[in-house]
């Protein structure tokens, strides 16, 4: 196994490539049975129809034509990024039911050689980030529509994708341990998705709950 497809960055070129293999691999796939599958609806129409489901809570459709993903109501594709991971999601989908139980990235298929380097880019950029400002991370999940959940000082749950969500749990520090923080998944998620695939997701929601941190004022 290649370390390189676990890397956090969602590299063009590297997701171009994988694009043309996701489709061929649908062709020949039933939409009625992927909608089922995979939480969404089938819309047939007249140029093919499109399956419609929620990406990050956001509106996105895929066409059963082509197999091209739109967010919302824009007429361009959504990024080569954002197609392959809705595309991994078509592919692997088995309708498996979510099991409310929380693993680390070392519990899914092939995790454990990749851990640390997970954490490294996930929760320990996370505890950089907000240090022991857990009401800076709460704002921050919240700001991007997390759950709270009954986990460590703060946690939030985030519905990736439809059968697919993230949990991000933070632990404030004290005098004798340093906080930390962890993103976990649905003891589900390899029914849905690659574990590359959640290395890259991972990341993603690290970057945006980063990018979200409330800007300190200045006095």
Known sequence: M???KFSPS???DRFSQRLNELRAALQNSNPDRLAEVTGSEWV???AGGEVQLLYWGQPV???AKDWLVYKGDSVEPASDYEQTMLLYYFTIADGAPEQN???SFSD???GRFYTQAFQGYTGRELWVAFKDDVAAFENACQSLGG???DLGDAAYRFQVLPHFPILVVYW?????FSGSAQVLFDASASHYLTTDACAVLGSTITRKLIAAKPKTQEV
């Open 2 to 4: 290649n370390a390189e």
């Open 101 to 103: 139980r929380w693993i």
């Open 147 to 149: 759950a709270r959940q």
């Open 108 to 110: 899914l298929p092939d």
């Open 44 to 46: 047939p129409n007249p």
């Open 172 to 176: 404030s520090g004290d005098e004798d």
């Open 10 to 12: 969602p590299n063009p």
């Open 61 to 63: 459709r895929v066409t």
